[in-house]
């Protein structure tokens, strides 16, 4: 069984008040379990940083597809990488725009690197990816 261990924190009391309105917004009930969530993204997120360590990840884009899509880049680069390309979902937003979801899996340099070769091509204009260390045995 886990032991819990008590540890005390110093704060100021503005940054204080902003920590107690951020986790009532997400809906925590004890400052507790808020900073444990905060230090598992954190150690998550150094986790993934790691070139080699296996992450699955979302790049989410947003692009104009009067320049992307039809210039073949999307489906291209998807094959080159088939890889590390998990699927994607397509939404059309409007008559010129489109946003795609592409999960991705494998080593975090490589996921990272598919994800700039899409999101730096002519149309692109956000692309965001997120990225989440998978434990493997
Ligand atoms: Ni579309």
Known sequence: MT???????SMDDGLLEEF???IARRGYSARS???????RTELAREQST???AEVVGTLTMVYNHHDFEHSGALTRLQHEHHDCV???THVHLDAHDCLEIVVLRGPG???????DGLVSRK??????LAT???EVP
């Open 3 to 9: 032991s819990l261990q008590r540890f005390g924190v």
């Open 20 to 22: 107690d309105e951020l």
């Open 33 to 39: 379990e808020a900073i444990r969530d905060l230090v």
């Open 50 to 52: 790691a070139p080699d």
């Open 86 to 88: 998990v699927c994607t």
């Open 109 to 115: 340099a490589r996921v990272r690197s598919v994800a």
């Open 123 to 128: 149309g692109v204009r956000q692309g965001h």
């Open 132 to 134: 989440i260390p998978v």
